[in-house]
């Protein structure tokens, strides 16, 4: 439901979910960041988004179709299925890593703002001095726009910031995985006694082995992310107080 990187459904609202242009982004933002950010990223994408758009989404496709229950009752599946699945799994991970990712556009913010500012001061400057040349100008532009902001003072607090919200996140969105599914492990079995099932019935969920597999690996992948984040903000305390 949210990849573009496999076959796209032109008529579904989900398939305009562009993973790319938010890559893009967090690199640039990265630029700024610690070796810790980088390896982060790496692991976000490669073992998070890639996983979730080629290989998950296939699994979680027959969700609902292939959830079946040992009765005809109009309706009692449909039912079953919203007491027991109230949210995707899948849309639970997009929009997991849409609000993890978030807090690093809050960098990429502060450094926009930053060399918009360096630029107008530098433009100021030159324009008072009235020697330098286009050219050199032009070339004082590049470099600014190329420079790689140390982490000290404001773009400190902005990243750290932007690492405890991320810590929050990925724990939050955990905890509710872990509270609206009961855990992990997907069960091959479960019933159900809601109006208007007729009484105790029940229902099968499809390929629950392999959906298992596929959430604890996201939740494994989570977790070392949060570990990532942890071991990059105790670094950046450290740095700060030891500088």
């Not at 700024?32 to 996983?51: A, E, I, N, P, Q």
């Not at 079995?189 to 969920?205: E, G, H, R």
Request: proline share 5%; charged share 15%.
């Amino acid at each position: 439901p949210c990849g573009i990187f496999s076959r796209k459904q032109p008529d579904s609202p989900d398939s305009r979910m562009s993973w790319p242009a938010l890559y893009a982004q967090l690199v640039g933002a990265n630029r700024h960041s610690t070796s810790l950010g980088k390896v982060w990223l790496s692991v976000l994408f490669v073992f998070r988004v890639m996983v979730l758009v080629v290989a998950a989404e296939s699994v979680w496709g027959d969700e609902q179709s292939d959830f079946t229950c040992n009765t005809l009752q109009p309706g009692c599946e449909n039912v079953c299925y919203d007491q027991f699945f109230p949210v995707s799994h899948i849309r639970l991970w997009c929009l997991q890593l849409v609000f993890v990712s978030t807090p690093t556009l809050l960098v990429a913010m502060y450094v926009a703002y930053r060399n918009h500012s360096d630029k107008k001061r530098l433009l100021q400057s030159s324009g008072r001095a009235g020697f330098l040349s286009n050219k050199g100008q032009e070339e004082e532009l590049e470099t600014l726009k190329r420079r790689r902001l140390p982490i000290a003072g404001a773009l400190w607090w902005t990243y750290a910031c932007s690492l405890v919200f991320r810590l929050l996140f990925e724990g939050g969105f955990m905890y509710a995985l872990y509270v609206v599914y009961d855990g992990f492990q997907m069960p091959r079995l479960v019933q159900c006694d809601q109006w208007p099932c007729p009484n105790l019935v029940d229902c099968f969920i499809s390929r629950p082995t392999e959906k298992t597999i596929f959430t604890v690996f996201m939740a494994t992948a989570s977790s070392i992310c949060m570990v990532l984040n942890m071991a990059e903000l105790a670094y950046l305390v450290t740095k700060a107080v030891t500088r």
